[in-house]
C-alpha cells in the first residue's frame, strides 16, 4: 500500500503528463462516442537490413494506444463497460498491414474508490486479436485500476509493467 494522490484530477493529470514525453498526447479526448480524461499514442519500428534500406530482412512496427479514464467510484460494471470498448471500438485503432508486430490496447482507470469485484475483473481481464493468423502481428489488453484510497493499483497481467510505472509518477 503506498500514499497515491488523493485528488484524482491531479493523478489522472500527471499521468497524461507523464506519457507527454515519448507518446503523443491528447486531454481531453473523445473517441466512438466516448469521452476520456486523454489519450496517447506511441509508435516505435524496428527493421534489419542489408546494405540499403531497399534489401530489408525483417521489419517489426510496435504500437501503443493508452486511454485515460477517470471517475468517482468504479464498479465492475463499469470496468466492464470500459473493457468491452477496448476490445472492439478501440481495437479500431490497431492497422495490421505489413510489419506490424504488436500493438497495445492500454487503459488506465483512476477511481477515488474501487469495488473489490472491480479489482477481481482487472485482474482477470484478457483480450488478445491476431491478425491473419498472426502473421500481420496482434493486440493485447493492458489494464491499469488505480484506488487512490486504497492507495493500490491493480493490472491485468499483461498490465504489470504499468503497475510500477504508475506508482513512480503518482508518487513523485
Known sequence: MTHLPENRDIA?????????AHYDVTSPYEFSG???EGYAEHHADAGG???????KLWDAGTHDYV???????????????????????????????????????????VADTV???ACNLARRARFRKNFKLGMRGWADL????????????TTNNL????HAVIERILMH
Open 67 to 109: 486511454f485515460f479514464a477517470s471517475c468517482a467510484h468504479a464498479t465492475a460494471i463499469h470496468l466492464a463497460g470500459l473493457v468491452e470498448f477496448m476490445k472492439t471500438d478501440a481495437l479500431e485503432k490497431v492497422v495490421p498491414e505489413q510489419g506490424h508486430m504488436t500493438s497495445y490496447l492500454t487503459l488506465i482507470v
Open 12 to 20: 489522472t493529470k500527471r499521468l497524461i503528463d507523464a506519457h507527454a
Open 159 to 162: 498490465g504489470k509493467p504499468l
Open 142 to 153: 493492458r489494464l491499469a485500476l488505480v484506488d487512490l484510497e486504497r492507495g493500490e493499483t
Open 34 to 36: 466516448r469521452a476520456f
Open 115 to 117: 469495488d473489490r469485484d
Open 49 to 55: 537490413y542489408v546494405l540499403t534500406e531497399r534489401a
